[in-house]
């Protein structure tokens, strides 16, 4: 295929439908876990309920998710400049260095996206019915690294933090409705 003006760069084209889709159904796995977990269990099946299954593929649905929904706010943000900028409310809370946890800080929407694509690990907070099935409280609890140069050493240091999955939500959905307006 042949460009007419070489010097245009081509650029990722995003859904928004999609991308809001993607939003919405990370936000209803989160608040259907609880719901899913605590169904009759007098039914026929009892506990081996066969809907029981999704709650093993739950967390790799909402870990898919949250990545490609930061990768597309992220894209987002870099082509409008400075737009994300105006969103106060944050999704959670960042811990710069865990080894020196003096204090947290508030984490807005292009940090947290930058938290989602960069962790080594990602933790979920799971509870369990009084029946003993486990759900998922709308948090995840992210950890990394990031490298550090004092007096040309390199070093790294562990980061850790915590996202409001309703805020992050939220916030994700009020940057798109900035942005096509």
């Not at 930058?114 to 009084?130: E, L, M, P, Y």
């Amino acid at each position: 295929m042949e460009r007419k003006n070489q010097s245009e760069a081509l650029v990722h084209q995003l859904n928004i439908s999609d991308l809001l889709r993607d939003i919405y159904q990370l936000l209803s796995f989160f608040l259907a876990s609880r719901q899913i977990a605590e169904l009759d269990q007098s039914s026929l099946y009892g506990s081996n309920d066969p809907i029981f299954q999704f709650k093993d593929i739950e967390r790799d649905l909402i870990t898919n998710n949250l990545i490609s929904i930061a990768i597309k706010i992220r894209i987002l943000d870099d082509r409008e400049p400075h737009k994300f900028d105006m969103f106060t409310d944050y999704c959670g809370l960042i811990t710069k260095d865990i080894l020196n946890p003096i204090e947290s800080n508030g984490l807005g929407l292009r940090d947290a996206c930058n938290k989602i694509i960069h962790a080594r690990k990602v933790n979920f907070d799971v509870d369990s019915t009084t029946t003993g099935q486990l759900f998922l409280h709308p948090y995840i609890y992210l950890e990394g690294t990031e490298t550090k140069w004092k007096k040309n050493i390199k070093y790294e240091v562990t980061w850790c933090t915590n996202i409001d999955i309703v805020r992050f939500c939220r916030e994700s959905a009020a940057a798109i409705q900035t942005l096509t307006r």
